[in-house]
């Protein structure tokens, strides 16, 4: 099945502690995105790459990593998490149609 | 900043009515696509309407795309109780590498 997998979907860490989110699809789409969603601001553009070693920041990067090694990983690294970074995430790939897959979201909460 | 717009904010409906959700966008755009999101969930994606497009069609779903007034509209026919669910326009914008800018929503609920 064709699908964008993102793990955990849950997690719930400390203030500065650094942690990882995890990205994988399996369509072998060049182009890959991480959103935030936050009530009241929708959802807002973080990083984006249009292929392996190809990143670029998008609308809000402050406070976060990514990296494209390989093309179907696209990680989300948060360096040192703050309470303001306590949101839904979401990783998507794009298809050669234009159209995004989303993963499940990941539900982070700083404490 | 999000470019799209949805209107209504919120709607309820009785099954087996329409839905009609519209949305408004600023800048040029190469295409526009609408969205469903489960509470909480991922969002899917339903339909993408090209800039050079005035119509589309996919199941009990119709999208119209008027570039001249900067507008969509997404209508659902004879909706369903599962169809309840946030429903997102998402505007692939030009020179913009790609990136989706999504609006605010609208909130259906479709009552049994």
């Known amino acids: 099945e064709a699908q964008v997998t993102q793990n955990p979907r849950y997690l719930i860490t400390v203030t500065g502690k650094k942690l990882t989110v995890t990205c994988s699809q399996n369509?072998?789409?060049?182009?890959m995105s991480w959103y935030r969603q936050d009530p009241g601001l929708g959802l807002r553009q973080i990083y984006y790459?249009?292929?392996?070693?190809?990143?670029d920041k998008g609308d809000v990067p402050e406070g976060y990593k990514v990296s494209r090694k390989e093309k179907r990983n696209f990680p989300l690294i948060l360096e040192s998490p703050s309470p303001n970074q306590t949101s839904l995430y979401f990783c998507?790939?794009?298809?050669?149609?234009?159209?995004?897959?989303f993963g499940s979201g990941t539900r982070l909460t700083v404490v | 900043s999000q470019q799209g717009e949805e209107d209504p904010q919120a709607l309820s409906i009785q099954e087996g009515e329409n839905a009609t959700m519209n949305c408004s966008y600023k800048?040029?755009?190469?295409?526009l696509q609408w969205y469903r999101q489960n509470s909480g969930r991922g969002l899917v994606h339903l339909i993408l309407?090209?800039?050079?497009?005035r119509e589309k069609h996919s199941g009990r779903l119709r999208v119209t795309l008027d570039t001249s007034k900067k507008s969509s509209s997404l209508l659902i026919t004879a909706s369903r109780a599962a169809d309840t669910a946030s429903y997102f326009c998402?505007?692939?914008?030009?020179?913009?590498?790609?990136?989706?800018?999504f609006g605010q929503g609208t909130e259906l609920s479709v009552k049994p």
């Open positions: 800048t040029s755009i190469n295409n």
């Open positions: 998402a505007t692939d914008r030009y020179n913009q590498g790609g990136k989706l800018i």
């Open positions: 790459s249009m292929n392996v070693e190809v990143t």
């Open positions: 998507a790939s794009k298809t050669g149609e234009g159209g995004y897959t």
């Open positions: 309407i090209r800039s050079n497009e």
């Open positions: 369509m072998n789409h060049e182009y």
